[in-house]
């Protein structure tokens, strides 16, 4: 290996060249520290929330009512057929105006006799 002199100018700009390309070791050790501390905080929150929710299971069991259900389906039923109703009433609606736009402009281009 030889050495060369090289011009300080020279050294710095090529050593400032790298520093902007590259992290140091110490912030990448510092952005690894951070990013365990927050996947640690994350897992406590977690924790936390599985517990919430386990307790929030047992403080009130599931009460199925079989009329209930049967009558809030009938109601999505019904409700989900007035709806389709709606939208092809305005589809018709729409086709009707499109069709009116179409005959007034068919009316403007023909000459009077």
């Not at 018709?92 to 179409?102: H, S, T």
Request: glycine share 2%; proline share 4%.
């Amino acid at each position: 290996m030889k050495r060369v002199l090289v011009p300080a100018r020279l050294r710095k700009a090529v050593r400032t060249w790298f520093d902007s390309r590259y992290i140091s070791i110490a912030d990448h050790r510092q952005d690894i520290r951070d990013a365990l501390w927050e996947v640690q905080t994350l897992r406590r929150e977690m924790q936390t929330l599985q517990e919430e929710v386990e307790r929030l299971r047992k403080a009130r069991p599931p009460v199925i009512d079989k009329k209930k259900v049967d009558e809030t389906h009938r109601l999505a039923q019904e409700t989900a057929k007035a709806l389709d109703g709606v939208l092809q009433n305005e589809v018709l609606v729409w086709q009707a105006i499109d069709q009116l736009r179409d005959e007034r402009g068919r009316a403007e281009e023909q000459p009077c006799a």
